[in-house]
Nanobody, 124 residues
């Protein structure tokens, strides 16, 4: 079992920044690839960003490329998502998710462990 707890969400104006954090506990964190997903009201959960077990490879959804940065600290069992130049369409509940091994997947069904989510609202 891996337990994940997100933090850092909130209300921000368009063009602003937020940093989300996800703290993991349980099994060996460095054995898990981590991703962030988000879900807007009335929409399906969508992939946002991925980071490999070692942190050496990152991938992003086209909609956030160049604005969001995912990182991890395996010594502290944390993964973060720095979000800059936020837009209203970035609004939603953001979830961190864990998948054992280094293989990337953008499908939410491929991730066995999820946090409870943190709300991000971008509005003027």
């Amino acid at each position: 079992q891996v337990q994940l707890v997100e933090s850092g969400g909130g209300l921000v104006r368009p063009g602003g920044s937020l940093r989300l954090s996800c703290a993991a506990s349980g099994r060996t964190f460095s054995n898990y690839s981590m991703s962030w997903f988000r879900q807007a009201p009335g929409k399906e959960r969508e992939f946002v960003a991925y980071i490999r077990t070692s942190g050496g490879i990152t991938l992003y959804a086209d909609s956030v490329k160049g604005r969001f940065t995912i990182s991890r600290d395996n010594a502290k069992n944390t993964v973060s998502l720095q979000m800059n130049n936020l837009k209203p369409e970035d609004t939603g509940v953001y979830y961190c998710a864990a998948r054992q091994g280094p293989t990337w997947s953008r499908s939410s069904s491929s991730y066995a462990y999820w946090g409870q989510g943190t709300q991000v609202t971008v509005s003027s």
